[in-house]
């Protein structure tokens, strides 16, 4: 009989293999994207390599703001909702989601599952090449057919998200902490926005912690190290505003954070794709005092 236990946040391959047999609930999604300037296609790679079953969670070009030319928005409840029901989610679906880095992107869709109420939801910890890489069956060629549409009704949670005006308020305030994701070097402005056109620097106040420090191997580090790097920024009971260059890593820190305990974390969607364009938003590359 399938657990009622809710999900862990974060769940191994093993963990997966042995739900994927007993718990018929259990929904995958490779939440796989990349860059640009990579030339590498999330979607293209899912369909050439995946974990079996697993449905290809588009959060760049389908499940997104079509609206805006910020890349890859959170979309409204209606929007995400039809999405979700066109790959199969139910109401008391369990959601894992994983990507073809190790832990990279499928955190976004992690969070963007929350914010909608999507609350039985899981990160794959080490994603698709831990997955391979313990042994288990990879799925290619054509994907199977979604059997069927999904229940599930979208509620979204506004405290998850942040708008440019929220963390404008956070620059001055002495118990919110803006953590930016971005490498050392973009956030004090020594290197150059892969995106063409964005100043260099960072908010005002804000704190660096490169996404990346938080992973070992495609594996989000041990919980206790997590706890430590951020605390060494802010204490549990602060707010947090995740950001880092369009809203994607800034949810590799949310959901770090999220394991550590840390209970009012939100991240900016805009983040430095919005905040770096133009001249009407503070920017600063100092240290923070």
């Not at 989000?220 to 260059?245: F, H, K, S, W, Y």
Request: proline share 8%.
């Amino acid at each position: 009989m399938p657990s009622s236990t809710p999900m862990p946040a974060l769940v191994s391959v093993e963990w997966l293999a042995d739900a994927l047999q007993s718990d018929p609930r259990i929904v995958v999604l490779d939440a796989s994207w990349h860059m640009p300037a990579t030339q590498r296609d999330g979607e293209q790679e899912w369909l050439q390599k995946r974990i079996p079953g697993a449905r290809f969670f588009d959060f760049d070009r389908r499940i997104c703001d079509r609206e805006t030319s910020l890349p890859h928005m959170m979309p409204d409840a209606s929007l995400f909702t039809s999405e979700a029901q066109r790959l199969g989610i139910h109401k008391d679906s369990r959601v894992v989601v994983y990507d073809s880095i190790g832990v990279q992107t499928s955190p976004r869709a992690w969070w963007m599952l929350q914010s909608m109420g999507l609350t039985d939801s899981a990160v794959l910890n080490g994603g698709l090449p831990v997955w391979q890489a313990a042994g288990y069956a990879i799925g290619t060629g054509e994907p199977d057919s979604v059997p069927g549409s999904g229940d599930f009704v979208a509620s979204f949670r506004p405290t998850r998200i942040s708008d440019w005006r929220e963390v404008l308020l956070a620059t001055t305030s002495a118990d919110t902490r803006i953590v930016d994701a971005r490498s050392a070097d973009r956030f004090y402005g020594r290197a150059p926005e892969p995106r063409p056109g964005l100043r260099g620097g960072h908010m005002p106040g804000a704190c660096n912690l490169p996404f990346d420090s938080l992973i070992d191997k495609g594996h989000l580090r041990p919980v206790p190290e997590l706890t430590l790097a951020l605390q060494a920024l802010a204490p549990q009971d602060n707010r947090l505003i995740a950001t880092c260059g369009s809203g994607v890593t800034a949810c590799v820190v949310a959901f770090a954070a999220h394991l550590a305990g840390y209970r009012n974390v939100s991240v900016y969607d805009g983040s430095w794709a919005e905040w770096g364009a133009g001249d009407s938003l503070p920017v600063t590359t100092a240290p923070a005092s």
